[in-house]
């Protein structure tokens, strides 16, 4: 079955780094967009990146733009996201996910055009 697994959050202090890892499994990695999205206590879960099957089109949300850079290795079956210049306001669960329907090549902005989510990993960034 699909699965998406997230792991390298942690504790980190303000202007840290971190390495997210979303590993697949149950189908062809190579297909599919993929979308990183986090969601904080009390807030709405948000987009924070997004990258095409073949990796040629990416996005990131305004908030992230020059800090994180998403990529995607699919003969490891993963894709990554890399968080520079952490903030407090990057603290949240963050959330790897696979895009569904028509479209599923192409990158989504939207939590509902991801159909597979992973269980998430916590990031929390203080001193």
């Known amino acids: 079955q699909v699965e998406l697994v997230e792991s390298g959050g942690g504790l980190v202090q303000p202007g840290g780094s971190l390495r997210l890892s979303c590993a697949a499994s149950?189908?062809?990695?190579?297909?599919?967009?993929i979308g990183w999205f986090r969601q904080a206590p009390g807030k709405e879960r948000e987009v924070v990146s997004c990258?095409?099957?073949?990796?040629?089109?990416?996005y990131y949300a305004d908030s992230v733009k020059g800090r994180f850079t998403i990529s995607r290795d699919n003969a490891k079956n993963t894709v990554y996201l890399q968080m520079n210049s952490l903030k407090p306001e990057d603290t949240a669960v963050y959330y790897c996910?696979?895009?569904?329907?028509?479209?599923?090549?192409?990158?989504?902005?939207?939590?509902?055009?991801?159909?597979?989510w992973g269980q998430g990993t916590q990031v929390t960034v203080s001193s």
């Open positions: 996910a696979r895009r569904s329907g028509s479209s599923w090549w192409t990158i989504s902005v939207h939590p509902s055009g991801y159909g597979y």
């Open positions: 149950g189908f062809t990695l190579d297909y599919y967009a």
């Open positions: 990258i095409s099957s073949s990796a040629s089109r990416t």
